[in-house]
Nanobody, 132 residues
Framework: QLQLEESGGGLVQPGESLRLSCKYS????????IAWFRQAPGLGRKELAC?????????DYSETVGGRFTIFRDNAENTVYLQMNALKSEDSGVYYC????????????????????????WGKGTPVTVSS
C-alpha cells in the first residue's frame, strides 16, 4: 500500500529556514514522481515543487518558490525533502507531499502544471507557520 508521511513543520520567523520530509513506502520511487503542495487557510492546494521518478533527478518549481525552495531525494532513506529558505509569512499553510506514477516520456513538471489534479496519492500534511 502506497503511503506518504510528511514531517518537519513548525513555527519559524520570517527569513528563517525549514526542511520538510516526506517519507514514502509501498512503492518504488523509480516509477513515481513526487511533489510538494501548500494549502493556505481557505484556499486550494498550490503546487510548489516536484522531482522526477524513473531514476531521474529532474526537478521543477513554481514561480513563487523558485530560488528559495529546493526539492531533493534520499533513496536510501525513502524520503523526499523540501528545503525552504528565506521564508515569508505568505509561505504559511499545510504542506503536503503527493505522488503519481510517471510515464517514461513525461517529466514531473508535466503533471505539476495540472496542480493538485496531477497527483493521486497524498499524505496527511504538516503545518508551517511563518510569523514574528
Amino acid at each position: 500500500q502506497l503511503q506518504l508521511e510528511e514531517s518537519g513543520g513548525g513555527l519559524v520567523q520570517p527569513g528563517e529556514s525549514l526542511r520538510l520530509s516526506c517519507k514514502y513506502s509501498g512503492f518504488s520511487v523509480d516509477r513515481f514522481a513526487i511533489a510538494w503542495f501548500r494549502q493556505a487557510p481557505g484556499l486550494g492546494r498550490k503546487e510548489l515543487a516536484c522531482i522526477d521518478g524513473n531514476g531521474g533527478t529532474g526537478t521543477d518549481y513554481s514561480e513563487t518558490v523558485g530560488g528559495r525552495f529546493t526539492i531533493f531525494r534520499d533513496n536510501a532513506e525513502n524520503t523526499v525533502y523540501l528545503q525552504m529558505n528565506a521564508l515569508k509569512s505568505e509561505d504559511s499553510g499545510v504542506y503536503y507531499c503527493a505522488a503519481r506514477r510517471q510515464r517514461l516520456e513525461d517529466t514531473c513538471g508535466s503533471y505539476m502544471r495540472f496542480g493538485a489534479n496531477g497527483f493521486d496519492n497524498w499524505g496527511k500534511g504538516t503545518p508551517v507557520t511563518v510569523s514574528s
